[in-house]
């Protein structure tokens, strides 16, 4: 079964620093999620991309978090600089759109701790 | 913007119970309610799924039932094993080609007693 593909598993970095994450979603799949777990709560979508365009970015603090799907295939996120508050669970999804039946799948995630 | 509510936050039973998880939704255009199931570091995992023209959803031992017009939905959970043990989100979205773009509840950790 496809799945959805995120690197790094783990990331620790500290104060300040830049971070990124990568996803590379189910091939075919067009529309691509960017969702953040921070550790006893829900995932909250930070940011949705139709091919390469970004469709809502309106969760997504943009004063140091960056996205980017310019292929419109596999998806950056990046955050400049990281704060301890950021420290979560990255998630990437993908679906299509083509398929009102379809199912959200998530990748295994990218754990962030900033120190 | 939606705001899904879930309960309880805590749920202990003992193996062979049943477990119930309850969530309401606020936004009425709603109509694509998935459950997940996610273990401790890992990723959460869709166990099943309901949509608006449906009142009810079974796969063997869950079920998840809809009530559209009180706008809340439920996981049931029958001959509960300590393997069911995890946390579950509800969630809910626009379904359509947005039906991807949830919003979750805060979450149920249950616990399975053997």
């Known amino acids: 079964e496809a799945e959805v593909a995120q690197s790094p598993r783990y990331k620790i970095t500290e104060k300040s620093q830049a971070v990124a994450f990568w996803c590379d979603p189910i091939?075919?799949?067009?529309?691509l999620y960017w969702y953040r777990q921070i550790l006893g709560q829900g995932p909250e979508l930070l940011v949705q991309?139709?091919?390469?365009?970004?469709?809502?970015d309106s969760q997504l603090p943009k004063d140091r978090f960056s996205a980017e799907r310019l292929k419109g295939v596999d998806s950056t996120l990046k955050i400049q600089p990281a704060e301890l508050g950021d420290s979560a669970m990255y998630l990437c999804?993908?679906?299509?759109?083509?398929?009102?039946?379809?199912?959200?799948?998530f990748g295994s995630g990218t754990q962030l701790s900033v120190l | 913007g939606e705001n899904v509510e879930q309960h309880p936050s805590t749920l202990s039973v003992q193996e062979g119970d049943s477990a119930v998880i309850k969530c309401t939704y606020s936004?009425?255009?709603?109509?694509?309610f998935p459950w997940y199931k996610q273990e401790l570091g890992k990723r959460p995992q869709l166990i099943i799924d309901?949509?608006?023209?449906?009142g009810e959803k079974k796969d063997q031992r869950i079920a998840v039932t809809l009530n559209k017009t009180a706008k809340h939905f439920s996981l049931h959970i029958t001959e509960t094993q300590p393997e069911d043990s995890a946390v579950y989100f509800c969630?809910?979205?626009?379904?359509?080609?947005?039906?991807?773009?949830?919003?979750f509840g805060q979450g149920t950790i249950l616990t399975v007693h053997p």
């Open positions: 999804a993908s679906s299509s759109a083509e398929d009102l039946n379809e199912k959200l799948f």
């Open positions: 091939s075919g799949h067009a529309t």
């Open positions: 991309f139709q091919d390469e365009s970004v469709v809502d």
């Open positions: 936004d009425s255009a709603s109509n694509y």
């Open positions: 309901i949509r608006s023209n449906v």
């Open positions: 969630a809910a979205s626009r379904g359509g080609t947005s039906y991807g773009k949830l919003t």
